[in-house]
């Protein structure tokens, strides 16, 4: 017996000595790959050595002697940091992330070559200006040379994941930094399934007159009747089984409500306290581990500049220069038209046009898949657009027998100019400069807030489809392909697009609102981001004379839910201090505290409290409820509360109260009953999942930010290490705004928000700030891989200065980039 235990304790420590030996050579080999910021590196491309000094958050300011050379610097920092988000950004637009990761990614590959970015973006490269393509080669070159760098010193191959999934890395070309823009419109794109939805609903519902309440108009004046699309495209079932949208982390293909947002807002000199303009942009998209920004400055032969990028893009998307600031926000023009193209009975390879049947136009593409068969897909393209398949959206569900589904879309095009707009704003001087540089922009479309040192001004950037105004359902209901009328004219031009400038209030700003009111077909969108986020920064705006820097900053931290403050007396109007006091330990009793507690909160989504959660719930029960025995499965396609829905029930607007009353059941319920029963539902939600004590709940519990690794998130072990999960206030409708997941097990995960913040005072542009939400690094064994995040939980911002001596201060390492060819 002392001999076994004696080998056991052997084994045991051979065991842990093997252990603790696998676990240092997996550091080591994965520390390979952590850039050195301090060193002299000699690279082939450069016409004069290059300087990068990195600031004690990691933003590198990049010095060079030409554009061309800043630019190369640039590509080289962001390849430093983040050579695997750019690989797997472009694989993405590319439709080959397969070759990585095998079957699992085989639908998303399958439709990203239906759209045939990478194609498009090929051919964009010759539409652009010789500025903006010597930009663009010197900016690959400069990643090329990082990789060159990699290969000749064995640097782990780049990035610890480049280890473990074996994804060999191409050089660099000038069209992967065009394709991860079509990729980003991609992802900021809803009005394909917006069509889709509202068909479907129109389908499910037996009173089209409901239709208007689920989903509702925007305020502003009437619009125009549609036609019921049971009648529009006969021989559909008005109900259909849901296909889910592939869940895989890697997918840019998001529900309408990810759809991208965004705030802005600026202020004149006559509205500011310093007398200089200010201006304040976050924009909003899926959060990640690391973060889709990257901040950086850039010394260029028009001045500096700084703010932030995305790595693959060699320009600042969101920030300012000396003499000029910029932001961008999610402009919902209706740039997608979904088409039912009719087949020839006679021959599927045609389809019918205004001018009688035509072959598709098709090539064959071939997906290589790991550990599996290559796919051979035929991809088809009518004159309206590619063809897509049943699945994407549910498209099958609106079209009928023998006919196909396709999509028209302003970003599907060869002659994309959208980089070269967005870098010659970064170039202007003034506003006026901003504006006319803006004019190519394609997509995806976007509001431009700028402001110069006396001037503020906002324009819709991004092509606007000419329709004709007999178009059969407005571009809100997919329609036929082969009508004339329903095609698209062409595209508006320029001067159509909606612009403010020096507004004579002295405000202005967008918070995905609706921000015109044009009769179809000049109205620029009937499907908006935001109707309450807007109430709240107009009261906010409205209550100073003058405003700040830090008024600026507390507006965009603010947590107050206008939608909270507006629904809560409705729904709970005959629900409030009535009946005498319940047993405890009842669910009455138990409906009765959760009552007490909502009556005296203020609407804050601060995540210390309890309230926020209980509202959040009782909210998304109460929706729940009201649809589900009208739309059945299809319920589950609205997984965020409307509020202008639950408000038009509630108020009963034009008989929108019928929703209250189940039809499957004998008695008649009121809006009062399903407000009651709605409340019980959302306690039972939370005594199962956070206990029954309801003043101890936590809404940071509920609504955690979940900055998560896109490859490795999900891994056992290795998703503690990459991930990065907060705590954090907001929610659906407020200015700090923080879009709940809305479905599985948990529904309030902080999924999308502002990843990147700033705000820029031109009164002292060095006070400027900004703040992204993880940290620079995309290298989860660099400090820097969420040092920024504890700082983004708490509302936090770090400076924004174009002072190359403060850089330098305090400068984490400094990295000298030397031409081979030249002699230093």
Known sequence: ???????????????????????????????????????????????????????????????????????????????????????????TAQGRLSEVFGSATLNIDRLLRRFDLYTLSVQSVEALDDQTRAALQAYAAGINARLAQINSEALGRGAPEMLLF??????????????????MALQMSGHLEAEVIRARTSLALSDDARLKDILPDFPGSGIAALPEYAALVPGVPRHAANIPLDPHPLSPFKHMAFAGASNAWAAAPSRSASGGTLLANDPHLGFSAPAIWYLARLELESGGVIGGTIPGLPVILSGRSAALGWGVTSAYVDDQDVYIEELDPDDPQRYRTPEGFKKFRSRASIINVKDADPVTLTLRWTENGPVMPGSHYNLAAITPPGHVASVNWTMLTGRDRSLAAAMGVMRAQNVQEALAAAEGYVAPAQNLTLVDRETIAMKTIGDMPRRDAAHQSQGRLPSFGWVAANRWQGILPYEANPE??????????????????????????????????????????????VHTRDSFIEAQLDTVSPTARALLPLIGAELWFTGEAAPDGTPERQRQRALDLLA???????????????????????QDRLIRDELGLLAEEFDHVEPLFIERVFRNIDGAAAWCDVRQSAPVESCSDMARLALDDALIWINETWGDQLESLRWGD???????????????????????????????????????????????????GAGYRGVYDFADPDSSVFIT????????????????????????????????????????????????????
């Open 1 to 91: 017996m002392a001999v076994i235990f004696r080998w056991l304790m052997r084994l045991a420590a051979f065991l842990i000595v093997l252990s603790v030996v696998l676990v240092a050579l997996v550091y080591w080999l994965a520390s390979r790959s952590l850039p050195e910021y301090d060193d002299d590196i000699t690279v082939r491309g450069l016409t004069a050595p290059v300087e990068i000094v990195r600031d004690n958050a990691n933003v590198p300011h990049i010095f060079g002697a030409s554009d061309e050379d800043v630019f190369f610097g640039l590509g080289f920092a962001h390849a430093q940091d983040r050579m695997w988000q750019m690989i797997m950004l472009r694989r």
């Open 166 to 183: 074996n994804a060999p890395m191409a050089p660099w070309r000038p069209a992967d930094s065009l394709a991860i823009v079509k990729l």
């Open 500 to 545: 403010f400038i020096a507004p004579s209030g002295g405000i202005l700003g967008n918070t995905n609102n609706k921000i015109v009111d044009r009769p179809f077909p000049d109205h620029v969108s009937f499907l908006w981001g935001d109707t309450q986020r807007i109430q709240r920064w107009k009261r906010l705006m409205q209550s100073r004379q």
């Open 600 to 622: 005296g909160w203020s609407g804050e989504m601060n995540e210390h409290l309890p309230e926020p959660l209980i509202y959040a719930a009782w909210l998304r029960a109460l």
């Open 702 to 752: 509920a609504h955690q930010a979940t900055h998560d690794h896109q490859a490795l998130g999900g891994v056992p072990v290795l998703r503690h290490f990459v991930n990065i999960r907060q705590s954090t206030s907001g929610g659906d409708n407020t200015l700090l705004r923080g879009r709940t997941k809305g479905s599985g097990p948990d529904p309030f995960f902080n999924v999308h």
């Open 773 to 824: 939400s993880t940290g620079q690094s995309g290298h989860p064994l660099s400090r820097h891989y969420d040092d920024l995040a504890q700082l983004w939980r708490r509302g936090e911002y770090i400076p924004m200065s174009l002072d190359a001596g403060l850089a330098r201060a305090a400068a984490v390492g400094i990295t000298r980039l030397y031409p081979a060819d030249k002699t230093r």
